[in-house]
């Protein structure tokens, strides 16, 4: 991670290129909803995004780590999601 916080723009592009950059506020809300019983907080660094403490960072992973291999690997996107370029594009059916 370059900075210790991430910006709307990065959050709107891991969640989805296909939606309105609102559904950064939308999934910000339900995740301090969920994280809250943990006693973990998402900052709001003013016009710059988001962040987590670095101890809530390790707290999240030691989480994570509970659930076992297939939460990570459920939550984490596959490259090809994340990039557009490298997302597969429909193919042509050849005609018989």
Excluded: F, W
């Amino acid at each position: 991670m370059k900075h210790d916080h991430v910006t709307r723009e990065e959050l709107h592009a891991a969640i989805s290129h296909d939606t309105e950059i609102k559904i950064v506020d939308v999934v910000i809300y339900r995740l301090r909803r969920k994280l809250a019983r943990h006693r973990i907080e998402i900052h709001t660094i003013r016009k710059l995004g988001y962040r987590l403490h670095k101890n809530a960072r390790d707290k999240i992973r030691r989480i994570l780590a509970g659930y076992g291999e297939e939460i990570i690997s459920a939550v984490t996107p596959r490259p090809s999601l994340c990039d557009p370029a490298l997302r597969q594009q429909p193919t042509e059916a050849t005609p018989e």
